[in-house]
């Protein structure tokens, strides 16, 4: 084998790895992370093992408070979150139709599930 296939072959993946194991390791304590941990994955798992420290990463900077979305937090209403571009549209039924509120008189409570045509009325 001619040396220069054989360093394009062997070589530059593995400088590669020792690339990603490098960053990971210098990289780990910023985060609170080991950093031998996962230079060690980083280089025996290639690509998967840097892209799994770097998602690994990310998640420890999750900050609660800042998420919209989070349970318990202000803009989040009977456990349901609306992304904010949505507030203020109409609800949606079922089969995507526009879900009966009540505002025009009926009882809208169980108006949105009875079958079309037909008035299914609970107090019976």
Do not use: Q
Request: contains cysteine; charged residues 25%.
């Amino acid at each position: 084998m001619e040396p220069f296939v054989a360093v394009i072959l062997v070589g530059v993946p593995l400088g590669w790895l020792v690339a990603f194991a490098a960053y990971a390791y210098l990289d780990a304590p910023n985060h609170g992370m080991n950093r031998n941990k996962w230079a060690l994955i980083c280089f025996f798992v290639p690509l998967f093992g840097f892209f799994a420290y770097v998602f690994e990463r990310g998640e420890r900077d999750y900050d609660p408070s800042e998420d919209p979305y989070a349970p318990g937090s202000d803009s989040r209403t009977a456990g349901l979150a609306v992304h904010e571009r949505r507030r203020g549209e109409k609800g949606l039924g079922p089969a995507g139709t526009e879900a009966d509120d009540g505002s025009d008189g009926s009882d809208g409570e169980n108006e949105w599930n009875d079958p079309d045509g037909i008035d299914i009325d609970d107090d019976r």
